[in-house]
């Protein structure tokens, strides 16, 4: 991934996930902890949530910030996304 957030239609992976908070924090790579640490205590605050979701609504996901700061973890955003995209390929 380069130095922007993934906006890709593509299903995101656990690794856009990670690459994706790790761009939002400032930080170069998501490798320092668990996929289940709280986003919070990293400095990630509403603002930077927005615009991940943004970049996920770019990407033909629409996860509400709510959903986002209901469990700010790596593994928990991926669920969410997963979840989404299992329902939309359940549709088709």
């Keep these: 991934m380069n130095d922007a957030i993934v906006t890709t239609t593509r ?4 690794e856009d996930v ?7 924090l ?3 790579s998501w490798t320092e902890t668990s996929d289940d640490e709280n986003l919070l ?3 990630m605050d509403s603002l930077r949530m927005m ?5 996920m609504r770019a990407g033909g996901y629409d996860i509400p910030l709510r959903q986002l700061a209901k469990n700010p973890t ?3 955003w991926y669920r969410l996304l997963s979840e989404q995209a299992d329902t939309k390929a359940r549709s088709l």
Excluded at 18 to 24: D, F, G, K, M, W
Excluded at 51 to 55: E, K, P, V
């Design 74 to 76: 790596i593994n928990g």
């Design 41 to 43: 205590e990293y400095g």
């Design 18 to 24: 990670r690459a994706a908070a790790a761009h939002s």
């Design 11 to 14: 299903a995101w992976t656990i």
């Design 26 to 28: 400032g930080l170069v």
């Design 51 to 55: 615009r991940l979701a943004g970049a």
